[in-house]
């Protein structure tokens, strides 16, 4: 899920769903971090990502939050 900039485009490795089209990641950090970028890359063109929320903050967030 994390990648350098030079394995951004490998495309060995990859998340996918297999019971729902929509996925929540839940990401701790143990730090304040600033994020400057977030690249979300779909290599099916039929089937790929078109949005994303991003929640701070939250401990809990499951699909009903997310909607």
Do not use: Q
């Amino acid at each position: 899920m994390f990648r350098t900039e030079a394995e951004k485009f490998d495309d060995e490795k990859f998340v996918i769903s297999d019971v729902d089209p929509e996925l929540i990641f839940i990401i701790p950090f143990t730090n304040v971090v600033r994020i400057r970028s977030i690249c979300v890359i779909g290599k099916n063109e039929e089937i790929y990502p078109n949005k994303m929320k991003v929640y701070k903050e939250i401990e809990n967030v499951d699909f009903e939050i997310a909607n």
